[in-house]
């Protein structure tokens, strides 16, 4: 499955039509984590595809995508599953939904999914969910910052929508440009990052879309986004 994510997030990054991703699961969780009994096999990923990378590399994916990702947390996200949702731009979950880093009650350790939950999670409360492997709902996860917002089932489709349409309605270069600027900044230090930015900005004034958002809000009218 992480294999075909990975073909999956590729396809749909090199796709023109394509603006924003959502990412969910099938059935009553969102994802329950990697396989412990394949882990103790040896973990023979047992593809036709091409192997293009391990879950480390989806992680990888996930952050630097240059499109919105939204995880749709329409149940369970434990372990790795966790790990998808903390690594996507955005993520709502239905208020039943349980979540948490159960390793550690097997002799494990949630070693890659600390990197991704560290820039999201306050250290302390991050200890707490690795060290005593607790679930906790999806209201505790906004508090967290882990989701954006915890919603009854019914509302679910209709918060991810909403979240999408925003997005596609802003331009495309625009965001792309700023998601690969905001990848891009987010381990350096101020100095570094600060001047690397402001080229960025240059950058992206130097767009046709750029051009023609400022003109749409001097004339006071919508802007005409071309993605150019």
């Not at 096999?41 to 036709?48: F, K, L, N, S, V």
């Not at 230090?189 to 004034?205: G, I, V, Y």
């Given at each position: 499955?992480?294999?075909?994510?990975?073909?999956?997030?590729?396809?749909?990054m090199g796709d023109p039509g394509v603006?924003?991703?959502?990412?969910?699961?099938?059935?009553d969780a969102f994802c329950a984590g990697g396989d412990f009994s394949d882990m103790s096999?040896?973990?023979?990923?047992?593809?036709?595809l091409p192997?293009?990378?391990?879950?480390?590399?989806?992680?990888?994916?996930?952050?630097?995508?240059t499109k919105p990702i939204v995880a749709r947390v329409n149940g369970h996200a434990l372990g790795g599953g966790l790990g998808l949702v903390a690594a996507s731009h955005f993520a709502v979950?239905?208020?039943g939904a349980k979540l948490g880093t159960p390793e550690i009650h097997v002799g494990l350790f949630p070693m890659m999914i600390m990197a991704i939950l560290q820039r999201n999670v306050p250290r302390r409360q991050l200890l707490e969910m690795m060290l005593l492997g607790r679930r906790f709902d999806a209201q505790e996860a906004v508090s967290l910052g882990i989701l954006n917002r915890a919603v009854v089932p019914e509302l679910l489709d209709e918060t991810?929508?909403?979240?999408?349409?925003?997005?596609?309605?802003?331009s495309p270069v625009a965001v792309r440009m700023g998601l690969d600027a905001y990848a891009a900044q987010d381990d350096l230090?101020?100095?570094?990052?600060?001047?690397?930015?402001?080229?960025?900005?240059?950058?992206?004034?130097s767009t046709d879309d750029a051009r023609e958002g400022l003109m749409a809000f001097m004339?006071?009218?919508q802007p005409r986004w071309t993605g150019k």
């Open positions: 499955m992480v294999n075909e994510l990975l073909y999956a997030l590729d396809d749909a603006r924003c991703v959502v990412l969910t699961g099938t059935g096999a040896g973990g023979d990923p047992g593809t036709a192997p293009r990378g391990d879950y480390a590399d989806l992680l990888l994916a996930l952050t630097r995508a979950g239905i208020t991810v929508k909403e979240i999408a349409d925003g997005v596609i309605s802003k230090d101020l100095e570094t990052a600060l001047p690397l930015l402001r080229d960025r900005l240059t950058a992206c004034l004339e006071k009218r």
